[in-house]
């Protein structure tokens, strides 16, 4: 019988480095050997960076890990249990994500936030508010937690959006979180603004971020550089910098990512 994984979430919280892989094959053999070096230097840092052009393999990976794609041999585990044995619907739930683009539906703000978790008490929608650093804006607005947004929340600012989504994955408390180019759509200013935010909601949790921005996980042990499904670079932010290499090139603006 598949595997739930509510009896592991918290060893995954306390031991961020319980995902391994060893795959190979299907889908592009090199993106799996890509796979088993990022989860493998997952034990050195439990936020790691994943940066390059379009069609690098970054979304891939993290489609292999919340098995939007399966692998055909070799395995990821996640706690030691291979993730082919979990249902795939508790997989993801432990699986939180902020996205670039931010989804919200007509409904109060407070329900937009506890969608991360329907059974949440307003108590607890307001903490996850406090630590995405939403509470004083939602306070600002007409009628606070119970303001009624509409059409994809018009009323507020992209900034504004992304902090509520950035509550929703609070609200939700995931042990794994994954970043896929959270801040791309949002101004530098606003970037900043939201920065205290993320920091909070990484703590204590292991992370993949998929970034456009390389300003954005500057504190990541593990940053990988990827193209055309292979790792060019990897380390920290300052030792790619010495490097000179492609990290140096994409941060300093000498290169793009497309």
Known sequence: MPYQLSE???????DPAAFLAECDAHYQE???AAVDKILARMKESPIVLLSGPSGSGKT???NLVNRFYEINSGSITYDGIDVRDIQKDSLR??????LQDTHLFT???ADNIRYGRLEATDEEVEAA?????????????????????TGEGESLSQGERQLLNIARAACANPPVLILDEATSSIDTR???LIEKGMDRLMA????????????????????????QGRIMERGSHDELIAQHGRYYQLYTGQAELS
């Open 107 to 109: 409904g109060t703000v």
């Open 93 to 98: 739930r432990s699986l939180g994500a902020v």
């Open 129 to 149: 508010a406090r630590l995405a650093g939403a509470d004083t804006f939602i306070r600002h607005l007409p009628h606070g937690y119970e303001t009624v947004l």
């Open 8 to 14: 592991i979430n918290e060893k995954i919280r306390r």
């Open 60 to 62: 891939t990976i993290i």
């Open 190 to 192: 606003t970037e900043k």
């Open 30 to 32: 090199r993106i799996h």
């Open 204 to 227: 204590g949790r292991t992370v993949f971020v998929i970034a456009h921005r390389l300003s954005t996980v500057r504190n990541s042990q593990a940053i990988m550089v990827l193209e």
